[in-house]
């Protein structure tokens, strides 16, 4: 039996425009920044409990961050 040699992947660090971005998009969905931050810092059912902050360290994570609030924005959010 051969081992198989796991390889980690590396993450690519997202730029503060990406972050920036998705802030904004938050902001839009929630009307104001104080609540786009709030969001960002509670606990997400949709993430399995996860905060959406920590889900967007990488661009995968970015992107389900922002379907996400694509499907609140047009009220599927279930």
Same mark, same amino acid.
């Given at each position: 039996?051969?081992?198989?040699?796991?390889?980690?992947? &590396?993450?690519?660090?997202?730029?503060?425009?990406?972050?920036?971005?998705?802030?904004?998009?938050?902001?839009?969905?929630?009307?104001? &920044?104080?609540?786009?931050?709030?969001?960002?810092?509670?606990?997400?059912?949709?993430?399995?409990?996860?905060?959406?902050?920590?889900?967007?360290?990488?661009?995968?994570?970015? &992107?389900?961050?922002?379907?996400?609030?694509?499907?609140?924005?047009?009220?599927v959010?279930?």
């Open positions: 039996m051969r081992k198989q040699r796991l390889v980690k992947k &590396q993450s690519v660090p997202l730029s503060s425009g990406q972050y920036n971005k998705v802030l904004e998009r938050a902001i839009t969905v929630f009307g104001n &920044q104080k609540l786009a931050e709030e969001w960002f810092g509670r606990p997400c059912r949709y993430f399995n409990g996860e905060l959406p902050l920590t889900i967007i360290t990488d661009p995968v994570g970015l &992107q389900a961050v922002e379907a996400y609030l694509q499907r609140i924005e047009r009220g959010y279930q």
